[in-house]
Every structure is written in structure tokens, then in C-alpha cells.
């Protein structure tokens, strides 16, 4: 591999999130899928958001999280996403930007606003999204910067971008130029709901263009309708050069051909499960891209996964950096 | 005292906050007080937004938190404060009312934005506070709802409204129309570079209009300019009705004519001391509409402002309802 400018580059529906905390009865009553994270239009965002408790907005999307760890732990990341040229729009690229993380995505001039993502937090931690997809889902092929694909070590896609039509097509675009540079295209499935709703093509994919998979047990477990996760991890190993796979309070498994490793999980009080996956994938992609070893990186992971479930929130509230040299990982 | 719908009405800045976790070398470079509360105008804010971490976002305002305070205790609320039509706006007016408070100030349709404040957390968990007032500073006298002041047994009203000059008329005819009605008006000095702002002001309003005070050992040292805290006491001793004088870390003074009680605080580690004063404001005014004595009341300010440094943000995050019945306050 090339020397290379960037180590991950990450493109994603960019999205700002809006976190409450519920309880399971309003779950129930507003009919919101518990622990998934689903699609809703603009009127049903504005009739939740009309019934919601007091909310803390903050920066997320699933692939923009990621980045946020990579740059957390001291990484070069970039970041390509759709917001609009409105006040949440600023607010996402501001936070984004103030990571130190390369971010010049022409924001939307009308149309749809930015999109945004309402979280449910249950008192068992667990997080129940609703996304108004908005302006992100007009990312288009006209954003992918091939120079910056180009230039960086890994190019992250989430799974999400599938929903859109058009980003589904940039998300392809992404994945050509970083093979034709000899660079490494990374997915992470997202959500099982949404390898519902696209598993053919994530099968494919996965044969054909992921050398790095992010995935956690009930994605796998969806991805090839199994009973169990032995039998899902059996069917995906030696489908792409590595694959890391999350468990939650088990830690998680890397697959490497037909090597495995387990990574067993930091253990925290856990507040809220928000970015627990993102956050794995950043820390496990920095180690990656840094030339650690797999156990390694999968410990970076599942230190980054701890920091973000002991707060509220998505993104990291200490940096990963000093996190790691306290633990002596790096 | 007659009847009344609602325990306590607010009327304040309208803010939404940014909260970022700084460092001492960010303020100096940036030349901002720490600890204070510094107003700034829009070329300044969106110079320091620049500058700044990324943020969380979330509805702040003094008066506003302590209503929230006040609601998060189950007391029947109101507030008053001026926003702008704008998504600011919008999430400031969801999270009142989302806690179940009357709010029903019509929005700013043109001119200046929704206010602002730009909130530095250094590591110390010491907040300093740069606020670009917007639309918040076009509070009116029109805005002043005569009839729900009359049916609040207190009205509250935040030393910052006295920084605009037509908030502060909205300010006098408020505690005008109050007292007319035979209800209580209640003040908090907000700040020390308030106070200096305003002394002779406050030092008047205090003997002629507020019945119930809340300040600070620093407000009230700045008020009537004393080397320490045991004269400034004597000297606002017998002024008004009631003052609660909050000293961080070593409680509280509640004065009540020459009579005084002694309010040990809650201990909790210290993540962020945005919202305290605010905090032991709700709490106390919660009390004392529910006809507790003076000692159960500062019991509670103490209690609600120990839950609000507890974690990062101005408002509550947990049932205050709830933690006092768990300490068998209520």
C-alpha cells in the first residue's frame, strides 16, 4: 500500500441527533421499534419530536461517529456526508470539523433540511432511533471526492447509505476508486433492520468488495437468517479479509480468513448504548490503519465502545488518545 | 395569599446553550473570564464558535432552568422569554414545554436570531459563559402576560434582564403587576459582572420590589462591595423578605428578617457547575410554593443543584420529583 494522506475517510448519511430520555411505555405508544433504528418521514419527525421530552442535540450519524473516534485517538480522518445550508447543518459541520477532521461536503442550498435522528433512551441504556433522513439522503455520486478517496488508507461506508437511492450510488462510486488505488473499503451492516432491508446486496458486497466488516450479532445473525451466531460466523468467515463482530457486554470476534481472535469488552456502567458500534470500528480502524495487530485494534474498539456508553451521546467526551496511553495501548 | 394556578412564572433570557469541555490556555487565548457570564455580539460568537470544541446543544437560559427545575419537581410553571422563529427557537420552545411548562411567548419574526451561549467547561468542571443575546434582548413589556403573573404565587425574574434595556421595562412591569395582585416577586443577582453592571439598581430594587433573593457569596460581596462574606450578609440582613445566599461547595445562607439557617449542601463529584445557582433557585422557590418551611426549602435547592453539577448541562437529567422522595424530602 501507497503512503497515504488519510488514514480513513468515512461517508455516511450526516445526521444530528436529538437524545431524550423515554421510557419503554412511550416506546410502545408511539410504536417505536425498541433498540432498531428506523426510517420516518417529515411529519412523522415533527409529530414525535411534538411528543418527545426535552432533548440534547449533538453531532452523530453512524459513519460520522467513527470518524470522530479515529480522530479522537489522533488518526487523519475525513468525512463526506450531506447536510443543508441551515442552522443544524452549521452545527454538524462545525463539530465535525473542530475534531480536526477533513470535512468540505457542499452543503445543500434548498430543499430538504438536515437530517436528524431522534433517540430514545430507555432506563435499560438501550437506544431506539428515529431518522428523518432529510438532506443527507441527497448525497450523490457529484460528492465523492475521488482525490480524497484516493489519498486515504481505508474508505469507510455504512450501511445506512443504502436507504437513499442516490448515496447508494455514491457508496458504490466510493468503493471503485479506493480499489482501483489499491486502498481498503471498510462496511459496517448498521443495523439488522437494515440488512432486512438490503441483504442480497450486502451478501454480494461482502464477496465482492469489503475487505473489512463491521457487524454485530444480530446483523449477522439477519445477514444470513441463521438460528444462532456460531452458525452466521461460520457462514461469513473467509467471505472478506476481515471481519470484527460485536456482542455487546460478550466483547466481540475477528475473523481473518480462517483465523479468529475474541476480544473480551471493557467493562463500564452503561448509560446509554448510542455509538457503542461506531465506536468500535473507529478505535479497531485506527489501530488498522496504524499497522497494530488485530488483537490490538479490536482492543482499541472495545475501549472506544466503553468510553461512548458511559455518557450520553455518541461521540467521544475524553479524548481517546490520553484514554489509550492511560491503559497503555498505545 | 389567594389561590393561584401556577406556583412560580419565569421571565428571562431565552438561551439555547453550546457546551464544549475547554482548557485555562483556550480562555486566556481567547480573553474570556472564566467563571463569568460575558455578553458578546454575533461577530464575536460566530468568531468563538469557530474557534471552539465541538458542542452539545441544549435549552439553557437562567430563568428558564430554573423553571425546568421547578416542573422537574412537579410544581405547575410558567415562563416568559423572547426566541426567535429559527430551529433554536424551536428546540428552546419544545424543551419548555416538552417539561410541561406554560410557555407561550410569541417568536421574534425578523430581525436578530435566537440567543446563544457558548458555554467553556474547563477540567475544574468551572463554567465560563460568553452569550450573544439575539433575539432574547427584545423581550418586551408586550410580552409580559398580565393575567398569568397574576395567577403565579411568584414571579421570577433573572439580574440579566436588566442587561437589555427594554427587557428590563418588561422586568418593572412584571413585579408591578405582581405585587398589585398580592403575589410575591422573586430575583437572582445571576452573576457578579451583572451586579457591577447594575449595583445601584439591584441595591434599590432589593429594598423597594424583591421579596424573595437568591445571590452568591460574590454577587452579594460585589453588590455592596465588601471585602468578605459575613459583612455583605449584615448588610443585606432585614432588606428583602428572604434571601438565599449560595456558597458552592460550603451550602447555603437562607436570611429571613434577622433571623438566619445554616443549609449544609449535597456532595456529589463535580462534573460541570453550569446551572447551579439556577438549580438551588428551583428547588427553593418548589419548596417554598408548597408551603414547606425555609430549611426543607434550601433542602431541596441544595438537592436539585447537587443533581445539575452532577452531570454536563444546565438542566435536570434525572426526576427531581423522584430523587427527593428517594431522600425522603417530599
Known sequence: MSAAGYDVTGIGNAIVDVITQSTDKFLIENKIEKGAMTLIDAQRAEELYSRMGAGTESSGG???????????????????????????????????????????????????????????????????????????????????????????????????????????????????????????VSLTLSDKFCVDRHRKDFQHLIETEIDILFANESEIVSLYETKGFDEAVHILRGKCEIAAVTRSEKGSVILQG??????????????????????????????????????????????????VISHFGARPMTSLKELARSKSLI
Do not use: W
Not at 461517529?65 to 456526508?81: H, L, M, R
Not at 431506539?128 to 432529510?134: E, I, K, R
Open 258 to 307: 480462517k483465523d479468529f481472535h475474541i476480544i473480551d469488552p471493557d467493562k463500564v456502567k452503561v448509560i446509554d448504548t448510542t455509538g457503542a458500534g461506531d465506536l468500535y470500528a473507529g478505535g479497531f480502524l485506527f489501530g488498522y490503519t496504524q499497522g497494530f495487530d488485530l488483537v490490538k485494534a479490536g482492543r482499541l474498539g472495545s475501549l472506544a465502545a466503553s468510553e
Open 62 to 184: 453512524s459513519a460520522a461517529n467513527t470518524i470522530a473516534g479515529i480522530a479522537s485517538f489522533g488518526g487523519k480522518a475525513a468525512y463526506i456526508g450531506k447536510v443543508a445550508d441551515d442552522q443544524l447543518g452549521k452545527t454538524f459541520a462545525h463539530d465535525i470539523k473542530a475534531l480536526g477532521v477533513r470535512y468540505a461536503t457542499v452543503p445543500l442550498k434548498r430543499g430538504e433540511p438536515t437530517a436528524r435522528c431522534l433517540i430514545m433512551v430507555t432506563p435499560d441504556a438501550q437506544r431506539s432511533m428515529s431518522t428523518f433522513l432529510g438532506a443527507s439522503s441527497l448525497l450523490t455520486v457529484k460528492d465523492v471526492d475521488a482525490a480524497l478517496i484516493k489519498d486515504s488508507q481505508v474508505t469507510f461506508l455504512e450501511g445506512y447509505l443504502f436507504d437513499p437511492a442516490e448515496a447508494k450510488q455514491a457508496f458504490y462510486e466510493a468503493a471503485g476508486i479506493a480499489h482501483e488505488a489499491g486502498r481498503k
